[in-house]
């Protein structure tokens, strides 16, 4: 069994006073797909419209409203994709990458929710105060009751309401919903 002690995390002065350290795990994945594909109903409504998301806005957000100090993005690695990491590193992101494989018609796939979860609960967990997991996954559960747990779990950023898993029903009060920010965040040319 491993136990894990909590040591207080170095906290950050700014105007004399101290700020918590703030870490973004972003499953950028969940992101992408959350915020730009159309969802559609079982009669084939539009319940929800995509947008382009805009990753230097995006975490010039996690800054200015949760603080982040530093974020995280999970993506499966594609060699051709290096001028867009490229700047994702300009804009601010530490990325982390996954190993891809091809799916049944071609399309790189990198499911990237062990890593996320080995990074936030043990790599970087003694190096911030309060985590901030931007995904509307499930698969996550076990991640935010150990973080509430520890009095570490600042909000789950949700890019959609429509597509979001039923298994994050019991954290409604750390809940933030990236669809009502889409004017802040759109991409814009």
Known sequence: MVIY???KSRKIMRNGKKYPVVYAFIDSQNLNLGT???LYNKDKKKIYTGWKLDFVRFRRYLK???RVRKAFLFIGFV???QDMYSGLKKAGYNLIFKPTTKDEVGKPKGNIDAELVLHAAAIQYMKYN???VVSGDG??????EFLIERKKLR???IPN??????????????KTFLEHEKEKLRYKK
Do not use: P
Request: a positive charge; hydrophobic letters at 35%; one cysteine or more.
């Open 5 to 7: 002690r909590q040591r």
């Open 36 to 38: 730009g594909k159309d």
């Open 64 to 66: 200015d409203k949760f």
């Open 79 to 81: 060699e051709e994709n």
């Open 130 to 132: 309060q985590a901030v």
């Open 139 to 144: 698969d996550f559960r076990c991640l935010y």
């Open 155 to 157: 909000r789950i950023i």
């Open 161 to 174: 309401m429509v597509a979001q898993s039923s298994l994050l029903n019991d954290f409604q009060k750390y």
